[in-house]
């Protein structure tokens, strides 16, 4: 189909941030909320939108949206949750850390921490901690996928399974309802599945995007989890269940900015 201005610019936005919001658009295109509602309809027909309660979300099927376009995507709030989660990780300990774009903002928030351990099967993790010398880090072998620079096969879970760390920092392609990880890579998810059991408190890092998209590999449930950094207040069933969880989850404060 051929996009006229304002449904390019709401494409663009969705790249951007994950997700779009219907009252949102109006407001920032100065049109009623029906017109942004068709506007959503036609993309989510095009193939290039899903539409989700509120708004609309980039489709992605059974396979991840590019690399390097989830890396621009919520980078004020993957920015925020990063300084959260960092704010929970004390000098002198260590963890692992695992592929994502938002656990490579954890990663740039330790760059100030003092005698830290920092395993990992993420090459960008590994090169944005390699300027902090009070880090040691340890890279994971295995095979490398060059569309994110992540690590993941039998070798990686057996040089994983050489540690126990006192911190696992993980992400997830998707977070549903009921408090399942969803991932799209089933190599990728063995691997943090062994993460999760060489670690003694684990972290989930994901920006709230997550819980708008779908994903075919389940990871584990929050309940295994110690904590949960986000960057909204979680639906409230779901809430409710990480309390009764024991699942601690903190919502990081971020200003949100749309294109102008």
């Not at 774009?101 to 954890?106: F, M, S």
């Not at 990992?120 to 590994?126: D, G, Q, R, S």
Request: charged share 25%; glycine share 6%; aromatic share 4%.
């Amino acid at each position: 189909m051929a996009l006229n201005f304002r449904q390019t610019e709401i494409l663009e936005i969705a790249r951007s941030e994950g997700r779009v919001v219907v009252e949102q658009l109006a407001e920032h295109f100065a049109v009623t909320l029906q017109t942004i509602r068709r506007d959503l309809t036609e993309l989510s027909d095009a193939g290039l939108l899903d539409r989700v309660h509120g708004g609309a979300v980039l489709r992605t099927g059974v396979s991840n949206i590019g690399y390097e376009e989830r890396r621009r995507m919520n980078e004020a709030a993957k920015a925020a949750i990063g300084r959260a989660c960092a704010r929970a990780i004390p000098d002198n300990s260590s963890m692992i850390i695992n592929i994502g774009t938002t656990t490579e903002a954890v990663a740039r928030e330790l760059l100030n921490h003092r005698n830290i351990t920092v395993v990992t099967n993420n090459m960008n993790v590994a090169n944005i901690l390699a300027t902090n010398p009070s880090c040691e880090v340890m890279v994971a072998g295995g095979q490398l996928r060059r569309s994110d620079g992540g690590l993941v096969g039998d070798l990686t879970i057996q040089f994983i399974e050489q540690f126990k760390v006192d911190f696992a920092i993980i992400g997830a392609s998707a977070l549903d309802r009921e408090g399942d990880m969803l991932d799209f890579d089933l190599a990728e998810v063995r691997v943090s599945k062994a993460i999760l059991r060489q670690s003694r408190q684990r972290f989930l890092v994901t920006d709230s995007s997550k819980l708008d998209r779908k994903a075919p590999v389940r990871l584990g449930s929050l309940e295994e989890l110690d904590a949960v950094f986000t960057d909204s207040p979680l639906p409230e069933e779901l809430a409710r269940r990480c309390e009764s969880w024991e699942t601690a989850v903190t919502v990081a404060e971020h200003q949100a900015a749309m294109p102008g």
